[in-house]
């Protein structure tokens, strides 16, 4: 464990990369402003888990923001995530956009809370 109580990887350096999760360049300034946060994930190939180092990086630019250690992870469905929204369909065709994907309701989201480990601003 390093000084933020983060888990190291095991085995040489170069067998290890950061995992990372980008934004559209609309969101960063807000992300920056908070002190710990939520995101959400769909289709996460990455298995961003509980204990994870992760840079933020600026979608188009691929330029870190941020790096964050994930506190926790909840793992839901899109449609119960969203079962609430004023604009259910609106919701569905902005996750659509981003992900440039069908979603359904039965697409698995995560829920990730993450607290900052360091920002560059």
Do not use: C, W
């Amino acid at each position: 464990m390093d000084q933020f109580g983060v888990r190291l990887p095991m085995g040489p350096p170069h067998s290890y990369m950061q995992k990372s999760l980008k934004f559209p360049s609309h969101f960063v300034e807000a992300i920056l402003k908070q002190g710990q946060g939520i995101t959400t994930r769909l289709f996460d190939e990455k298995n961003i888990s509980e204990g994870d180092v992760v840079d933020f990086l600026e979608n188009g630019t691929n330029k870190r923001f941020a790096t964050v250690k994930i506190e926790k992870v909840d793992e839901t469905t899109f449609g119960e995530a969203m079962k609430d929204a004023k604009d259910m369909q609106g919701m569905y065709d902005q996750y659509a956009t981003y992900y440039k994907r069908q979603i359904t309701s039965e697409v698995p989201m995560k829920i990730i809370h993450y607290e900052f480990v360091d920002k560059l601003v």
